[in-house]
C-alpha cells in the first residue's frame, strides 16, 4: 500500500482502533504494551519520543509506568491523534503527553532531543524503513534507547499452529467486519508476511547506528519487541 491508502485507512479505522485492537488480540495488547513500558530504562527527567502514536496507547502506558515521564507522541494521521487526545485529557495527562502530526520519515525534532524512542505497530507500514530508523538515531541523545514492537508470524510450535489457524483464516475477515472496511486487516496480515525476519530487522536497526540490538518474544512470538541503544560516537 503507497502511504497516502496507509493513512487513509487509519484514519477510517481511527473510531474503533482501539476495541478492535484488544477485541481481536483478546486484550493482549494491553499486556504488549506494559512490556514496551517496563523495557524502558527511565532516568528522572527522561523525554520520550512515541512514533507512530495512533490512538496514544502506549504514551498513556508510559506515563502510568514511570511516574516522571514525559512523552511526544507523533503520528501522520489526525484522526487517530485525535482520538488519542481526547484519552490524554480523560486522563489528565495534558502537561505530560502532547501529540503532534508529522511523518517518521522527516522527525520535526532537532538531532539528539530524545533519551528514548517507542515505536509500536508502527514500523511495518513504512516502506522507507532505512529513513525512519535513521532518523530515530538523529533525533535520539547518545546512549539513547529504542524500542520498536511488531507483530510476529505464527511460529512451528504447538501455539504458533493455533496461532496459525487464526492469523490465516480468522484475523482478516473478522477485522475487516470489525472496522467496517473490506481491506484493513487483509492488508494487517499481509504486511506481517511481508517484514522482514528477526534477523534482516536486527541487522537494519545496527545498519542505522544502533549498538546491543535484541528482540525479546512475546506470548510466543505473536508479539516482539526489537531494540538498541544508539551507538555512542
Ligand atoms: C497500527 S497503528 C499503531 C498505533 C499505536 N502505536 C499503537 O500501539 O496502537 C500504526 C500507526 O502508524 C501511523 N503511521 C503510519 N505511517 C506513518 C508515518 N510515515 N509517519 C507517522 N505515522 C505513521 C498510522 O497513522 C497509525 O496511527
Keep these: 500500500m503507497r502511504d497516502f491508502q496507509v493513512k487513509k485507512m487509519f484514519e477510517s479505522i481511527a473510531f474503533s482502533y482501539d476495541f478492535q485492537n484488544s477485541f481481536l488480540s483478546l486484550g493482549r495488547d494491553i499486556q504488549w504494551r506494559r512490556a514496551l513500558a517496563k523495557s524502558i530504562h527511565f ?8 512514533l507512530a502514536t495512533g490512538t496514544a496507547e502506549v504514551a498513556v502506558e508510559i506515563c502510568r509506568r514511570h511516574a516522571q515521564a514525559r512523552v511526544m507522541g507523533l503520528d501522520f494521521s489526525p484522526g487517530m491523534l485525535a482520538i488519542g487526545q481526547k484519552k490524554i485529557r480523560a486522563r489528565g495527562l495534558e502537561s505530560r503527553v502532547r501529540l503532534l502530526v508529522g511523518d517518521g520519515r522527516g522527525i520535526p525534532f532537532r538531532s539528539g532531543s530524545f533519551d528514548v524512542i517507542t515505536m509500536a505497530f508502527g514500523i511495518r507500514n513504512i516502506k522507507e524503513r ?8 538523529r533525533v535520539l541523545k547518545k ?4 524500542f520498536i514492537m511488531e507483530f ?7 501455539p504458533g499452529c493455533l496461532y496459525g489457524i487464526y492469523f490465516n483464516r480468522i484475523l482478516a475477515p473478522l477485522g475487516n467486519r470489525l472496522s467496517q472496511t473490506d481491506y484493513a486487516y487483509s492488508y494487517l496480515v499481509r504486511s506481517i508476511c511481508e517484514f522482514p525476519s528477526d534477523a534482516e530487522f536486527l541487522d537494519e536497526i545496527a545498519a542505522a547506528g544502533f549498538n546491543h540490538t535484541e528482540v525479546k518474544k512475546l506470548t510466543f512470538g505473536i508479539a516482539k519487541i526489537y531494540s538498541g541503544i544508539k551507538d555512542s560516537s
Excluded: N, Q
Design 152 to 158: 510476529g508470524r505464527p511460529e512451528r510450535s504447538l
Design 143 to 146: 546512549k539513547g534507547e529504542f
Design 43 to 50: 532516568k528522572s527527567g527522561s523525554l520520550v519520543l512515541d
Design 130 to 137: 532505512d529513513i525512519v530508523l535513521s532518523e530515530a538515531g
